[in-house]
């Protein structure tokens, strides 16, 4: 392997031109690293001629990204463009039926089409590359995939998504409300005009379910996820969860149970002692659990052009070294699959603030409900005195099904002093 | 590659038979993995008839490590016997002269030989791998080789001994003196019986050099590393430190200054709002800091038979694969001869603490000290009031120079009014 690698990039967004500056400006160091030299060979986008500080000169223009994708001076394709479908996957599509390798950044097209990708990339013979779908700059992939090839992992997690975690952090910092906070990050750039994918958890879904079909050598269940997002934490939970020595943060989880494969992405109350809970701002972390190991936490930027150019590039290395372990750790023949397991199976802790009129037997009204449903509470603490006027009881419990605390907490709401739907947040022994 | 691949195992305290016992009952998961079977074809120890609680009958057994390495039956060599010379080194030439693959959890081996046995093993076409060398379970080696091989890393850092990390935690959390924690930490097994290695930095120091000629694509300097272990610490600055928003972490720091490379080993105080900081007891932590990734963390287990074993297993799965990057990241003729940066030329703040008898001018005769060594003083508190009698100043600097700082002390040292040798530690901007 001492000829050039001909790269063809589709997309020239932020990611795609920190791409092809990079190659260029750490051309040699690269070229000793792999061992060849690296060469943007074609480019596309929309825009031929928009100024992007780069010097696309030496490349080929294809006004067609699928175009790119098949062409004969293309040895690895990277798609940037995004989205689940349409262009992306049928740059996906051309480049594996060429026989190229494929480096993507696309989490959602992996998620949703990620099996069957590698299914057929290993029967062309391709390689197929998406460290930068999950965590930016992280090298999660590579670990789970490599690093920690000899374990058997039993849960994977972490907080996927910079957005919801700056909010988060914000929130807490300054006891502002989620819109204040929200309308902050959409003037830094920390968050889209239209922030649905990431508030709403879709986006930590997508990351999560990569995670999962990786380390349990599963295939993709995207639709296997149990997402909620962070538009309904308020100050005045993340206020009361402080008092309770926690922090909220919207993870991703993915784990084995007797049920099957439990993923979920909503917002978590984590104890402070726990390295999640000082991942602040817009780092990512995720965390690797497995017997010979104990615990693996790996943190970093998840989003920019800088940290997904990283990862790309790595790719591109992997590929020029023709070093490519398969792409769910296992050949695509044998990965498992895994029934979900359903969230009203799942188990833990939980914290529940409840807004009641104070009154006498109000607690023991609640109480009565948890008991029914054989919930056990660990704490249960009324916040303020006013007669006759509306307060706050927060309480905890030890160890829950899903079930049978959503049947307590629909119950609770129909009691008569009880003035609005209770809030529940879950608890995560980490 | 379908062929089984034949490992020899040179060692089979703890780690050793723990690589064993996972390759035996995970063999069918790392064959999948890896596109081959996996099979223990020799092994040796010191005592052939020791009960290790796995299966030794189908290896052939050597009473001579170097004669298993030299073995034909065996395509990869692991060796766990330790010490930078002696029989490692010849089990590490045997192996490579015979073409074979070495992996190796020898971290002093490396930090003394790795160049040279780089360079060996490239010429004889043979593999040599250390991931379990550098903080045992955290792939951080492969990180820094592959994941983030499209860096140009500006700093690498961490907690990289695991014993000094649980006697600082320990030291903080309780109270307690140094010598009262080491001795529980032998106690629990933390610390070995001759405990200098690990307390006075030298492990460390190894791993530091193997990371920063990984890091920064340079031939290892080990005698370059300014070492200073944690003896000295004591609780009454471990105190002060937290008073001051620090806690204090034994760090190994590698970075390239306008000297050459800067390599050094010794407590540091660092801010509570650092990733470091929370890294407790005896996890070991790695942070990489690079312009296009800002910084990526890695923290896990630094040692024990799990985590070492999981670290030696992937090596012996990337042999498997075939896919081995260069041990430095780029071939061993291309690793740079960087000039050590003498730590005299280290700049950075410091916190000194003194023991002076508190009198009217003392405070003054400091100062005009600093001053005449132009150090510029951020805060200066005196611990206490009571005349005449032996009170702490507590000051921390803006950033300084070692050298000027070291002058600094030794004319405070000779000051009537100063009953100790000054007390000093550096702060880290991390």
């Not at 190659?23 to 825009?47: K, Q, Y």
């Not at 849960?155 to 502002?176: A, D, H, S």
């Not at 809970?277 to 995720?286: E, L, M, P």
């Amino acid at each position: 392997v001492s000829a050039r690698l001909r790269i063809g990039v589709a997309g020239l967004g932020t990611v795609g031109a920190e791409v092809v500056r990079l190659l260029e400006a750490e051309r040699d160091v690269l070229a000793r690293r792999c061992g060849r030299p690296l060469e943007v060979a074609a480019v596309s986008a929309r825009d031929r001629t928009r100024e992007r500080g780069i010097d696309i000169s030496g490349a080929r223009w294809y006004d067609s990204a699928v175009d790119l994708a098949a062409a004969d001076e293309v040895d690895v394709v990277v798609e940037l463009i995004g989205g689940a479908d349409g262009v992306a996957l049928d740059i996906a599509d051309a480049a594996i039926t060429a026989g190229k390798a494929l480096v993507t950044a696309n989490k959602a097209l992996i998620a949703h089409h990620g099996t069957a990708l590698t299914e057929a990339a290993e029967k062309a013979g391709a390689a197929l590359c998406f460290e930068a779908a999950v965590a930016g700059g992280i090298p999660v992939l590579k670990v789970l995939r490599e690093g920690l090839a000899a374990n058997r992992l039993t849960r994977v997690y972490g907080i996927l998504n910079g957005t919801c975690n700056y909010i988060l952090t914000e929130m807490e910092r300054t006891g502002r409300s989620f819109d204040a906070v929200l309308r902050e990050a959409q003037d830094k750039g920390y968050a889209e005009a239209e922030p649905s994918f990431d508030i709403d958890g879709v986006d930590a879904a997508h990351k999560l379910a990569i995670l999962a079909g990786l380390a349990f050598g599963a295939r993709i269940d995207f639709a296997g996820v149990y997402t909620q997002g962070v538009r309904h934490v308020s100050a005045v939970d993340i206020g009361y969860a402080r008092d309770l020595g926690f922090r909220i943060k919207l993870l991703g989880i993915a784990r084995l149970t007797e049920h099957g494969l439990e993923q979920r992405v909503h917002p978590c109350m984590v104890r402070l002692d726990t390295p999640l809970a000082h991942v602040d701002g817009t780092f990512n972390a995720v965390v690797a659990e497995g017997p010979a190991i104990d615990r693996v936490v790996l943190e970093g930027r998840g989003a920019g052009a800088g940290p997904t150019a990283s990862a790309v590039i790595a790719d591109i290395l992997d590929v020029a070294r023709g070093v490519v372990a398969p792409a769910f750790a296992v050949p695509a023949g044998d990965l498992a699959t895994l029934p979900a397991s359903p969230m009203e199976r799942h188990v833990g802790p939980y914290y529940v603030r409840l807004s009641v009129v104070d009154r006498p037997g109000v607690i023991a009204d609640i109480s009565a409900v948890f008991r029914d449903e054989n919930l056990s509470i660990e704490s249960l603490i009324q916040r303020g005195r006013a007669p006759g006027e509306v307060v706050s009881v927060v309480l905890t419990t030890h160890d829950c099904e899903e079930a049978g605390m959503r049947r307590a907490l629909a119950a609770i709401e129909k009691l008569e002093a009880v003035t609005e739907p209770p809030v529940m947040i879950r608890i995560e022994h980490l």
